[in-house]
């Protein structure tokens, strides 16, 4: 499967709303972080399409058998990057609700910001990793704004060693570099974007973007 492959956005309109509110720099802190969940639950919907599934059959009130297929999601981990994964990793849980949560802290060194190859880079800090075992399960991985990949790259780096099934990271806005940059980190991964947006300011931020999510959703 080719990289342009990989990456899957969602063009629905109910999601595709959502995202204009989130960029709103009117929408206030409380509705920014319920938008941040409704978009968890939408793009983890959309992320279940790449997911492990099983069929099952049950008895209906009818005494009739009926069979269909879930989300093998007692197989799934969801993984947050904090902090302001947290609602959109809510959201998608859910969906999902026999899902394992695990949560990696992760902050970018903003002095230390540069150019290699064409690309913006910067180190980045993952003070704390908490995540159950991934070997053979599904790995979500939820950040709301894939910038310069340079801490989803990380981070998939890591999870990928422990051998995941396979690697969905969902994320409402990405660009062209840190798609490649992740996907470069972890080859089999896959991308569940709700925009990716055209080029990123001298300080690494998307833009249009939607601003620090973090700061948004949370407070300074």
Known sequence: MSRQERLHVVDNPALQGVLLELRDRRTPRHRFRELLETAGLLLGYEAGRLLQTRVEEVETPLGARAAGARVADEELVIVAVLRAAVPMALGAARLYPRAQLGFVAASRL???????????????????????????????????????????????????????????????????????????????????????????????????????????????
């Not at 833009?207 to 620090?212: I, R, T």
Request: hydrophobic fraction near 40%; aromatic fraction near 4%; charge should be negative.
């Open 110 to 220: 903003e002095e230390t910001g540069r150019m290699e190859g064409g690309r913006m880079i910067f180190d980045v800090d993952t003070p704390y990793w908490r995540l159950p075992r991934l070997t053979g399960r599904d790995v979500m991985i939820v950040d709301p704004m894939l910038a310069t990949g340079s801490t989803l790259a990380r981070i998939a780096s890591r999870i990928a060693r422990e051998e995941p099934r396979r690697i969905v990271a969902v994320t409402l806005i990405a660009t062209r570099q840190g798609v490649e940059r992740l996907l470069e980190a972890a080859p089999r991964a896959q991308v569940v974007a709700a925009a990716v947006d055209p080029e990123l300011n001298e300080k690494g931020f998307i833009v249009p973007g939607l601003g620090d999510a973090g700061d948004r959703c949370f407070g300074e």
